[in-house]
């Protein structure tokens, strides 16, 4: 396996039925990463061991996926200089407004690029990792094209079969 670009990075075990999707998107534009839970809360030491390494060891961008009093992003991003991508996960009593809120509401200086709340931001998540690797690399440049072409068929197939139906 190749040396990880993409930490992927969850608050619980129960985020992954979401998370997956991430993951998924990374194997398909052939991207190498790593993927482990650990918490801001529950593993606080370890987290921010995590984020202090994670440039020296070769990631280029990190993505963190947390719910309810989601800081988990938070907390990396101020260990780190490395991109940080925010991931809100659904669930708990607000079904995830309070993690969406809790990720993208950092302060000035300490970034986190949040994504959509759930299945749609682990997918995305992935696809910006992706992009801001591709900016100097090619061959993914060339992937990510041929994906927005690729959505771009598959409406226009659906457009046409609506066509078929009216
Ligand atoms: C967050 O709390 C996790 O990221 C998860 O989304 C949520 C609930 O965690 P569990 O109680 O299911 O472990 O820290």
Excluded at 74 to 96: E, F, N, Q, R, S
Excluded at 146 to 159: G, Y
Aim: glycine fraction near 10%; hydrophobic fraction near 50%; aromatic fraction near 2%.
């Amino acid at each position: 396996m190749d040396k990880p670009l993409v930490g992927i990075i969850m608050g619980s075990d129960s985020d992954w039925s979401a998370m997956q999707r991430c993951v998924e998107t990374l194997k398909q534009f052939g991207v190498a990463f790593e993927a482990h839970v650990m918490s801001a809360h529950r593993t606080p030491e370890r987290a921010a061991t995590y984020a202090a390494q994670a440039e020296e060891r070769g990631l280029k961008v990190l993505i963190c996926a947390a719910g309810m009093a989601a800081h988990l992003a938070g907390v990396i991003a101020g260990h780190t200089t490395l991109p940080v991508i925010g991931v809100p996960m659904k669930g708990g009593a607000m079904d995830g407004l309070d993690a969406l809120l809790a990720t993208v509401q950092m302060p000035g200086g300490i970034p986190v690029a949040t994504v959509a709340l759930g299945n749609a931001g682990a997918t995305n998540a992935a696809v910006l990792a992706v992009q801001m690797l591709a900016l100097s690399d090619a061959g993914l440049r060339a992937k990510l094209h041929a994906q927005k072409s690729a959505m771009e068929a598959k409406v226009a197939e659906a457009d046409a079969k609506l066509q078929t139906l009216l």
